[in-house]
């Protein structure tokens, strides 16, 4: 059995040599030679928000670059079938960048810090059931590639491939953007039509049993009208 004296004294030598250092996802502010951690920029996804919920979400962005954030309600449920949303941006400090409360809607807005923003959908106006609300989210970084890869560089031709290549990406985004927009009319578009379609067969189904219905109820009440009792000794027959 090993003491207890001895087993303390190592671990106080061991928490004065150092605590263990977790790996950061950022690169200290002296360190120019590492290149900076971004992971994924664009995201696009349909989410559920329950009755009277609020979702959010936190993108990382550095500075310097061009936050946008789009979104459109597809369906809803529930008897009000409210399909307006409150959509908020802040920032890694806590200030609200931006706010939108509409069916659609899309906020854009420059990273002046560099941190985690959040970004939140809230159900508040539909207590009796849910909505879901398609999102198109990311950062844009103009120009941060081509100032990197041109550092210690001096040739014309390249710097020209690069400004070129720089140009394209900058308008394959946003014909990206725009077909995401395009998605998500697409598929609003396609929830009403069903929601119309369904709606239209239930009530013709509801209209087609009432007539029938109301076609039995005369007939019965009709027939009534001319039935005839059979005579006895004591009554008469009925006119």
């Given at each position: 059995?090993?003491p207890?004296?001895?087993?303390?004294?190592?671990?106080?030598?061991?928490?004065?040599?150092?605590?263990?250092?977790?790996?950061?996802?950022?690169?200290?502010?002296?360190?120019?030679?590492?290149?900076?951690?971004?992971?994924?920029?664009?995201?696009?996804?349909?989410?559920?928000?329950p009755?009277?919920?609020?979702?959010?979400?936190?993108?990382?962005?550095?500075?310097?670059?061009?936050?946008y954030?789009?979104?459109?309600?597809?369906?809803?449920?529930?008897?009000?079938?409210?399909?307006?949303?409150?959509?908020?941006?802040?920032?890694?400090?806590?200030?609200?960048?931006?706010?939108?409360?509409?069916?659609?809607?899309?906020?854009?807005?420059?990273?002046?810090?560099?941190?985690?923003?959040?970004?939140?959908?809230?159900?508040?106006?539909?207590?009796?059931?849910?909505v879901?609300?398609?999102?198109?989210?990311?950062?844009?970084?103009?120009?941060?590639?081509?100032?990197?890869?041109?550092?210690?560089?001096k040739?014309?031709?390249?710097?020209?491939?690069?400004?070129?290549?720089?140009?394209?990406?900058?308008?394959?985004?946003?014909?990206?953007?725009?077909?995401?927009?395009?998605?998500?009319?697409?598929?609003?578009?396609?929830?009403?039509?069903?929601?119309?379609?369904?709606?239209?067969?239930?009530?013709?189904?509801a209209?087609?049993?009432?007539?029938?219905?109301s076609?039995?109820?005369?007939?019965?009440?009709?027939?009534?009208l001319?039935?005839?009792?059979?005579?006895?000794?004591?009554?008469?027959?009925?006119?």
């Open positions: 059995m090993i207890l004296f001895p087993l303390a004294v190592i671990v106080g030598l061991l928490s004065l040599i150092g605590p263990a250092k977790s790996p950061k996802t950022e690169p200290l502010s002296g360190s120019s030679e590492q290149p900076l951690f971004r992971g994924a920029d664009r995201y696009d996804f349909a989410i559920v928000v009755a009277g919920g609020t979702e959010c979400f936190w993108q990382f962005a550095h500075q310097s670059g061009y936050f954030f789009s979104y459109e309600v597809q369906r809803t449920s529930g008897i009000g079938n409210d399909r307006h949303v409150l959509a908020t941006a802040n920032d890694p400090n806590g200030l609200q960048m931006g706010t939108s409360q509409d069916v659609r809607g899309q906020m854009n807005f420059p990273t002046k810090e560099t941190g985690f923003y959040q970004l939140c959908l809230s159900n508040r106006l539909n207590h009796f059931g849910f879901q609300v398609y999102l198109n989210f990311g950062v844009f970084y103009e120009g941060f590639e081509t100032h990197q890869t041109r550092k210690g560089r040739n014309d031709t390249l710097e020209a491939i690069e400004e070129s290549t720089r140009k394209l990406q900058a308008h394959v985004f946003h014909m990206w953007r725009f077909y995401n927009f395009a998605r998500m009319r697409k598929a609003a578009d396609y929830f009403i039509l069903q929601s119309n379609y369904n709606y239209v067969n239930w009530w013709s189904l209209q087609s049993l009432v007539i029938v219905l076609g039995v109820l005369q007939l019965y009440f009709l027939k009534r001319f039935k005839v009792q059979p005579t006895t000794a004591t009554n008469k027959p009925r006119c």
